[in-house]
């Protein structure tokens, strides 16, 4: 064989354990316990898309990642005594059904959440589930 097979096969055999390594991280994020479909978007920059993720319900804390990335660690993380819901709208007749956009506010900045209605229901009980005093009104 040639070198430039070589080169060509270790690409392919790269390329293989990338695309595995991403499918397993999915997997494995996607089967955790209080794990949902969450797209995250900042609003401080004009015309950002919706990263596509995952979410996860911590103690006192909701931790995401990017749907696209083989990091380990959750790309951002809000602290539920911080963590504020100023509104949420139903957009309904998307291609992947209802959907809930969600705007919250953590630390001082702004961003929104997209999620499944359920989803949603489950960020609110969790949300008003914090001790009394620790958590505003959610909306």
Do not use: N
């Amino acid at each position: 064989m040639t070198p430039l097979v070589w080169i060509l096969l270790a690409l392919l055999v790269a390329a293989f354990a990338v695309i595995g390594l991403g499918a397993s991280r999915l997997r494995t994020l996607a089967g955790r316990t209080g794990t949902f479909e969450c797209g995250f978007r900042t609003t401080t920059r004009r015309g950002s898309h919706v990263s596509l993720g995952f979410a996860q319900f911590r103690a006192q804390r909701v931790d995401w990642w990017r749907c696209w990335s083989l990091f380990p660690r959750p790309k951002r993380s809000w602290r539920r005594d911080r963590l504020h819901v100023v509104s949420r709208a139903l957009v309904t007749g998307g291609p992947r059904g209802d959907v809930v956009v969600v705007r919250c506010e953590h630390e001082g900045v702004a961003f929104e959440l997209t999620m499944a209605p359920g989803a949603y229901a489950g960020l609110a009980a969790w949300l008003e589930a914090a001790p009394p005093s620790v958590h505003g009104m959610v909306v």
